[in-house]
């Protein structure tokens, strides 16, 4: 009967999304008003760059079809949320560092092939839940080689890529969402037992750590991997991720604690054990003392954050390509110099406003893995762009991850693509499950 109900709903779902289709209107006129304002203050040799606005606008367009042609039902705001944050991303690319612009544009293409694909495929959800143990394996494996055979791009700082033939990626970005899928698969099957576990009958009770164990094995693997590759920010967000989809199984604020207090003495013991880390802590507590050494990035990102005030200082006014590796991990800065206070407010709502329709798929959802992977994707997206953010006006110590939807990264733009894609597969499964529900209540009721 279910099935029936199925079937003569997805005839009846709308073919045409036009809710996001006005949505979608707004980045695209920033981007054309973007676009002429740069072409106007920078004149090439070779004309005006419009191919880039093109190339953006067909691609959207090109996600927005595929949406309605596969998965009407999905979702219609979180997708130009993405493109709106995506569209200041490419007009600051294209301020500051016009030589990435293509591969960057060549990435959002792929990025949105992943988003159409997975959220129209009809037995993703299924497919996930059944190989949820397995799916995080071939990114650990990825991992091990990036030890072994990893290079950077710049020459220097950190070997977190990996090169097959011609493309580089980094493999730690792929692994953020295998390691939600494993997460929500292992806290659902286990979650009546980690409500009701107690501390002390934990220690007396060895049965308990065949609950325990494995999970912590691939938690611990994963953990040592990145720590090997110095990838503090992956480190910090994998475990963040792991804290709240904890107590969102559980709804038990000891292991949070717990886990806050483990997170603690690690920093301390890895402060005193890796250089690195203890640079760091000492830039984020003092950065104007090695202003002109290791404090440089930051005491330039300050001075750009400053220098926007309220309005800012204008698209392609500022200086903030001052600031070393200001197109990826200090896009944010770039962001605050140039649109100001209010550019600044306007993204924060948006990454709010994405969390919140996240949450809200998530509590739509009548599984409780479905619940966990729609609450953890969400949780990873902005937990990641609190953690860079925070970083970049020395809220907190300073990490390498990019900021989601808006810094030059292929590796990071695909991964947070198709995040969204699986999070558009399951709003579009809850709707079609709660009408269905609907029609058959009304039905037993006739």
């Known amino acids: ?66 949406l309605a042609r596969f998965n009407p039902a999905a979702n219609q705001i979180i997708y130009p949320i993405a493109i709106t944050l995506t569209t200041l991303g490419l007009l600051l690319i294209e301020r500051l560092a ?23 495929w009809p ?49 730690s970005e792929p692994l953020k969402v295998l390691l939600v899928i494993f997460l929500a698969g292992y806290l659902d099957f286990h979650r009546e037992k980690f409500k009701h576990i107690r501390l002390g009958r934990f220690w007396r009770d060895r049965r308990w750590l065949w609950v325990y164990f494995p999970m912590l094995l691939m938690w611990g693997f994963a ?23 904890t107590y969102l199984a559980t709804e038990r604020a000891d292991y949070v604690l717990i886990g806050l207090g483990l997170f603690v003495a690690g920093a301390f013991v890895a402060m005193n054990l890796f250089s690195h880390v203890a640079v760091r802590i000492a830039v984020w507590r003092d950065p104007w ?4 050494t290791t404090g ?47 550019g600044v407010s306007a993204v924060i709502a948006l990454y709010m406003l994405l969390l919140d329709r996240g949450f809200r798929i998530a509590r739509q959802q009548n599984d409780s893995f479905h619940f966990l992977l729609a609450a953890g994707l969400t ?12 970083g970049s006006v020395k809220l907190m110590p300073l990490t390498g991850i990019t ?25 579009s499964s809850s709707v079609l499950f709660a009408t269905s529900a609907q029609h058959i209540t009304g039905a037993k009721q006739a």
């Open 1 to 66: 009967m279910l099935i029936r109900w199925q079937q003569t709903l997805t005839t009846r779902l709308p073919t045409w999304r036009w809710q996001e289709a006005i949505l979608l209107l707004f980045p695209l006129t920033l981007a054309l008003a973007g676009f002429w304002l740069l072409n106007r203050l920078e004149a090439s040799a070779f004309g005006p760059r419009w191919w880039p606005y093109w190339v953006f606008v067909g691609l959207v367009l090109i996600g927005h079809v595929g």
């Open 98 to 120: 016009p030589n990435f612009t293509l591969r960057h544009l060549l990435n959002f293409g792929v990025g949105i092939v992943l988003m159409v694909g997975l959220a129209g």
């Open 123 to 171: 037995h993703l959800l299924r497919t996930l839940e059944r190989y949820r143990y397995t799916l995080i394996l071939p990114g650990i494996v990825l991992l091990v080689f990036t030890i072994l055979l990893s290079f950077t791009p710049l020459g220097n700082g950190q070997s977190l890529f990996l090169r097959i033939g011609p493309i580089g990626f980094q493999p």
């Open 223 to 245: 953990m040592l991997l990145v720590v090997a590759q110095r990838d503090l920010g992956a480190a910090l967000l994998f475990f963040g991720t792991f804290l709240i989809l």
């Open 289 to 292: 003392r090695t202003a002109t």
């Open 296 to 342: 440089f990035q930051i005491v330039q990102a300050l001075l750009a954050v400053a220098s926007g005030g309220i309005l800012g200082q204008g698209l392609g006014q500022g200086f903030p390509d001052l600031v070393p590796v200001v197109h990826s991990d200090f896009i944010f800065v770039a962001l605050a110099e140039e649109f100001g206070l209010v």
């Open 379 to 390: 949780a990873l997206i902005c937990l990641q762009a609190f953690i860079i953010m925070a």
């Open 403 to 427: 900021l989601p939807f808006m810094s030059y990264g292929g590796s990071s733009i695909m991964t947070v693509y198709a995040a969204i894609g699986i999070l558009l597969n399951l709003s």
